[in-house]
């Protein structure tokens, strides 16, 4: 099992960025693609991006390509999502998950481990 602490949500005004940070302890975390989604009110929850154990591959969302940039640093065991250009549409709780393996999936059912998750919101 997993721990999984997300934080750097806030409120944006739209055209801003943000980087939410993911901090990782109790399992070997250089091992697992790691992942983001999110939920808006109302809504399901949404696949935004994951990258592969080494960061070698990444997958993103098609609604947040060329705008968010996932990446991680395994010597602190950290995940990063940088959010640039955001909209009102990106408004949501935003989750890190740890993947049960090492591809990036975009399936929420191949990630077993969930943050609590990080408020983001922007501003019209």
């Known amino acids: 099992q997993v721990q999984l602490v997300e934080s750097g949500g806030g409120l944006v005004q739209a055209g801003g960025s943000l980087r939410l940070s993911c901090a990782a302890s109790?399992?070997?975390?250089?091992?697992?693609?790691m992942g983001w989604f999110r939920q808006a009110p109302g809504k399901e929850r949404e696949f935004v991006a994951a990258?592969?154990?080494?960061?070698?591959?990444?997958n993103y969302a098609d609604s947040v390509k060329g705008r968010f940039t996932i990446s991680r640093d395994n010597a602190k065991n950290t995940v990063y999502l940088q959010m640039n250009s955001l909209k009102p549409e990106d408004t949501a709780v935003y989750y890190c998950?740890?993947?049960?393996?090492?591809?990036?999936?975009?399936?929420?059912?191949?990630?077993?481990?969930w943050g609590q998750g990080t408020q983001v919101t922007v501003s019209s």
């Open positions: 998950a740890a993947s049960r393996g090492s591809f990036p999936s975009s399936g929420s059912a191949d990630f077993g481990s």
């Open positions: 109790g399992r070997t975390f250089s091992l697992y693609a």
């Open positions: 990258i592969s154990w080494s960061g070698g591959r990444t």
